[in-house]
């Protein structure tokens, strides 16, 4: 018997399981389950990390000094205020460790990113999940959730799964509205595909308040999922505190060099985002035209829901789907079993994602 005993909060932790990228026995496969950019990495960036090889004995700069500026001069931010990571996903858990505990609670939106709770568990503190209206993170309810013993709250703007968001007036409204004492922490990691005018990343309210926290990743328009890399924009006083928990070399040189040719490739970002500012309300569309609801999504996927189908429900068309060599994302792990989450993938993939759920529902598309 171990007798070693584990700290509060982790056996109640459910492991996070990403988008799966196999399935057995087929050949060739669409892979619209993990909202990877639709058109992969960026030359530039590809090149670079490429020609990295002969490097991988050195240490990478600790600081991260060439990436942070690169992403100052892109995104208009201070670059002593950008801290990276690996991934954003390494950023949520160290401002969970910096900030919460046992007896602390983490507020999160109802169908929010699974690592918030995730990350919340791992320090003993309570995540504490507020209701959505319409599949949309809900101020008032946000605000109503907050406690004394309230340390975090995090708002994905846009939401992971549903693809909705909260206008700028209704992210300064949640702001205003707590105590000085809890870190609001914006993950705006699809910020890069919103187009609405009333959007905002969050970035202006880092910079006027200091319990702000922007976070931001590589994997999702830069197509470097695979090399982890994510940055955070925060006040002096939340830098000095994670630079004192993460990691001496938390992002490997080769992300550095692949992550700061990718942001300063405006051409190929701009290329992404048009592709997808094309082929999502394409998707969007013609699920509706089947009879499906799909959400309003402002990211690079798209929530589309199956209540009221009877037998022609979300598990059921995920099989239907694999049985033609398509994965897409099965939402039940976010309370959302009637729900698929799709990819913005090629042109070919997503005309292929529409025809085949069309099969599945009998139906012809438009």
């Known amino acids: 018997m171990m007798d070693m005993k584990v700290q509060p909060g982790i056996m109640d932790i459910a492991p996070y399981v990403g988008g799966e990228s196999d399935i057995d026995g087929a050949e060739e496969i669409i892979k619209l389950s ?20 002969g490097e991988l004995h050195r240490y990478p700069d600790g600081e991260c000094t060439a990436l942070r500026h690169a992403i100052g001069e892109v995104h208009g931010v ?22 919460a505990g046992p007896g602390d609670e983490v507020v999160y939106s109802q169908h929010g990113f699974l690592m918030y709770p995730i990350s919340a568990k791992a320090v003993g503190a309570t995540p504490v999940a507020a209701p ?9 309810a946000l605000l109503a959730a907050v406690t004394d013993k309230t340390r975090i709250l995090f708002l994905a703007n846009p939401n992971n799964p549903t693809g909705t968001y909260l206008p700028a007036d209704e992210v300064i409204r949640l702001r ?9 922490v914006i993950d705006a990691a699809y910020a890069e595909y919103v187009e609405r005018a009333d959007y905002t990343s969050g ?9 702000v926290v922007m976070t931001r990743t590589f994997s999702k328009i830069y197509g470097l999922g695979g090399i982890r890399l994510g940055w955070a924009y925060c006040s002096e006083s939340v830098v000095g505190v994670l630079h004192r928990v993460r990691g001496p070399f938390n992002v490997n040189g080769a992300a550095q060099a692949a992550g700061t040719a990718a942001v ?12 997808n500012a094309k082929w999502l309300p394409w998707t969007r569309d013609q699920l509706m035209n089947l009879g499906l609801f799909a959400t309003d999504s402002v990211g690079n996927f798209v929530l589309v829901c199956f209540n009221g189908l009877a037998d022609k ?4 068309a995920d099989a239907f789907l694999k049985q033609n060599g398509i994965i897409v994302r099965h939402m039940a792990g976010y309370g959302l079993p009637e729900c698929l989450r799709i990819t ?14 069309a099969r599945f529902l009998g139906r012809n598309t438009a």
Not at 132 to 138: K, R
Not at 176 to 184: A, H, I, K, S, T
Not at 313 to 316: G, I, L, Q, R, V
């Open 78 to 99: 201070d670059p002593a205020g950008v801290v990276c990571g690996s991934g954003s996903d390494e950023l949520i858990s160290l401002l969970c460790q910096s900030y």
């Open 344 to 357: 913005i993938g090629s042109e070919s993939e997503m005309m292929a994602v529409v025809n085949t759920l």
């Open 176 to 184: 205003d509205g707590l105590r000085n004492d809890v870190l609001l």
């Open 132 to 140: 959505e209206t319409d599949l949309t993170a809900n101020v008032d």
């Open 313 to 316: 429900n979300a598990e059921a």
């Open 203 to 211: 970035i202006e309210l880092v910079e006027t308040h200091d319990n």
């Open 264 to 275: 300063r490739d405006a051409a190929f970002t701009e290329k992404v985002r048009a592709h």
């Open 34 to 53: 993990s909202n990877e950019g639709a058109l992969g990495p960026s030359p530039e960036a590809s090149e670079t990390y490429a020609a990295l090889q």
